[in-house]
């Protein structure tokens, strides 16, 4: 059976998809771009301040299915830029604990309203 999650703490779904999905033990988070949840804009062009929001979007949702950081075994990262790499994996790292989930990082050649970082994770109840 599919639980499906929703909260206005976080963006609303831009597509034909749901925030977080709950499988079994599993919940799948949705890829979560910079956008401020009440305005529904990016939050700005520095990727330090979209990775915050991209982290804090995650949050809200994690909260939504009960859950925190501490829950997600996997995460993946996409950018537009590995120069930006150091930078998201500071601001990245502020929000977890060890033990870190697993996680994957990518240069991919655009992410959706041109952002500069999009993270998905995968949690475990």
Not at 55 to 68: D, G, R, S, V, Y
Not at 106 to 118: A, G, I, Q, T
């Amino acid at each position: 059976m599919k639980k499906a999650y929703s909260t206005k703490e976080a963006p609303e779904a831009i597509g034909p998809y749901s925030q977080a999905v709950e499988v079994g033990d599993l919940v799948f988070i949705s890829g979560q771009i910079p956008l401020d949840p009440n305005s529904m804009e990016i939050v700005s062009e520095d990727v330090a301040d979209q990775t915050h929001q991209v982290m804090k979007n995650l949050e809200a949702i994690l909260k939504e299915a009960n859950l925190q950081f501490k829950d997600v075994a996997k995460m993946t990262i996409l950018l537009n830029s590995m120069d930006d790499f150091a930078t998201v994996n500071e601001i990245y790292a502020s929000y977890l604990e060890e033990p870190y989930p697993a996680r994957a990082a990518f240069e991919v050649s655009r992410l959706p309203k041109d952002v500069k970082v999009e993270i998905e994770a995968i949690a475990s109840k």
